[in-house]
């Protein structure tokens, strides 16, 4: 019997660990729009910057900042398309809101069954994932 329960603990752990990080990621891929928009932007009014020195190579340096404000600018209207009802922004999309109340809730009975370290523990592993895969990740050929 008690083995019975422990068996059952690991099932609803694998579970929830695997509701968790397939939730996180879809947030994920909606929410980091706008985290690497705000890095993007520092890097276009540093290059802007840094390029004012390079008067002489003016027109080809140019052709890559342009390149890079088209980059940003696509990058925001996706993000805006994924989480918001319209382009100004007036409202969450239903489904954004629903993910976000749902990883809420995972995160709720994560650490109602296993504790609040436990929580901790899964998204730093979570984490870890996330940077493994960026580092590990090769060219595209």
């Known amino acids: 019997m008690k083995n019975d329960n422990l068996n059952t603990k690991k099932l609803k752990t694998r579970y929830l660990v695997w509701l968790y990080k397939t939730t996180k990621e879809r947030l994920d891929r909606i929410d980091r729009k706008f985290t690497q928009l705000e890095v993007d932007r520092f890097i276009l009014r540093e290059l802007e910057k840094d390029l004012r020195q390079f008067p002489h190579d003016k027109i080809p340096l140019k052709k890559f900042l342009n390149e890079f404000r088209e980059y940003i600018a696509k990058k925001e209207t996706e993000g805006l398309a994924l989480k918001f009802a319209s382009l100004n922004k007036k409202g969450e999309?239903?489904?954004?809101?629903?993910?976000?109340?749902?990883?809420?809730?995972?995160?709720?009975?994560?650490?109602?069954?296993?504790?609040?370290?436990?929580?901790?523990?899964?998204?730093?592993?979570?984490?870890?994932?996330?940077?493994?895969?960026?580092?590990?990740?090769?060219?595209?050929?």
């Open 93 to 141: 999309k239903p489904e954004y809101i629903f993910l976000g109340l749902k990883l809420k809730n995972i995160e709720k009975k994560i650490a109602d069954l296993l504790g609040k370290k436990a929580l901790e523990e899964i998204r730093d592993l979570y984490e870890q994932e996330m940077l493994r895969r960026i580092i590990e990740e090769r060219e595209h050929k």
